[in-house]
T-cell receptor, first 109, second 116 residues
């Protein structure tokens, strides 16, 4: 069974601070995806990383895929209250997605 | 972009009744659809994978006789919660894949089921 350990599960910081969310596994994934989910809605894809060592940027969000394709990180610079939400990493393995536990992020004004 | 429509967005039913949730891919053919369950403040747990025209593959611990999945066409999959009980109350989300690793997954907006 492929498992993804996501940390931290809860994070509350002040506006303007930086943060990093980690997603780790002992399994290799063909790709890894990051989603953001609002209450009462389905997850919305932020990014897909495919190549080991890959780095992708989406405005203030930076995503990295580990060289061995077993781990990933999401770094947010100068967090804003609008970044508040549930962030989920998901690994694409055996033609299905395996989700991490999620990180509930709160940015306080 | 790819759109997946899930209906209804919320439903309240009496204990012992059955509820059907629909998941449609609107602008692409979904060879594979996935059904997830999400409890409050938790992540998504995969319940089953359905491929068009074949039986669904259920994850360990998911009762296939309770959660009936039908994927009769390339654009529609349904999840029926049979003889629902209050403990079945949850947020159910479907996603669809166009086929193959790396083709991407598109999620529906979810269905909030409350069994009273």
């Amino acid at each position: 069974t492929q498992l993804l350990e996501q940390s931290p599960q809860f994070l509350s910081i002040q506006e303007g601070e930086n943060l990093t969310v980690y997603c780790n596994s002992s399994s290799v994934f063909s790709s890894l995806q990051w989603y953001r989910q609002e209450p009462g809605e389905g997850p919305v894809l932020l990014v897909t990383v495919v190549t080991g060592g890959e780095v992708k940027k989406l405005k203030r969000l930076t995503f990295q895929f580990g060289d061995a394709r077993k781990d990933s990180s999401l770094h947010i610079t100068a967090a804003q209250p609008g970044d508040t939400g549930l962030y989920l990493c998901a690994g694409d393995g055996a033609q299905k997605l395996v989700f991490g536990q999620g990180t509930r992020l709160t940015i306080n004004p | 972009g790819a759109v997946v429509s899930q209906h209804p967005s919320w439903v309240i039913c009496k204990s012992g009744t059955s509820v059907k949730i629909e998941c449609r891919s609107l602008d692409f053919q979904a060879t594979t659809m996935f059904w997830y369950r999400q409890f409050p403040k938790q992540s998504l747990m995969l319940m089953a994978t359905s491929n068009e025209g074949s039986k669904a593959t259920y994850e360990q611990g998911v009762e296939k006789d309770k959660f009936l999945i039908n994927h009769a066409s390339l654009t529609l999959s349904t999840l029926t919660v049979t003889s629902a009980h209050p403990e079945d109350s949850s947020f159910y989300i479907c996603s669809a894949s166009g086929g193959g690793i790396g083709m991407g997954y598109t999620f529906g907006s979810g269905t909030r089921l409350t069994v009273v």
